[in-house]
Nanobody
């Protein structure tokens, strides 16, 4: 079992920045990859970014490339999502997830956090 807890969401104006954190506990040493996803009202959940547990591989959705950066601190079992130049269309609940076996960056995640709300005002 792996437990994931997100934090750092909030309300920010367009053009602003936020940093989300995802603290992991449990059998996190078995994790292959960590990812961030988001779900806006009335829309399906979508992939945002992912990072391998070794940190040598990252992936981003085209909509956030160049604005968001995923990173991790293995000593703290924490993954971060730095979000810059935020836009109103970034408004969503952001979820952290972990992939426990080798797979593609955008699918096949096994454990999910409860989510944190990000609201970007225009």
């Amino acid at each position: 079992q792996v437990q994931l807890v997100e934090s750092g969401g909030g309300l920010v104006q367009a053009g602003g920045s936020l940093r989300l954190s995802c603290a992991a506990s449990g059998r996190i040493f078995s994790s292959y990859r960590m990812g961030w996803f988001r779900q806006a009202p009335g829309k399906e959940r979508e992939f945002v970014a992912a990072i391998s547990w070794s940190g040598d591989s990252t992936n981003y959705a085209d909509s956030v490339k160049g604005r968001f950066t995923i990173s991790r601190d293995n000593a703290k079992n924490t993954v971060y999502l730095q979000m810059n130049s935020l836009k109103p269309e970034d408004t969503a609940v952001y979820y952290c997830a972990t992939q426990m076996r080798v797979g593609l960056p955008r699918t096949g995640y096994d454990y999910w956090g409860q989510g944190t709300q990000v609201t970007v005002s225009s």
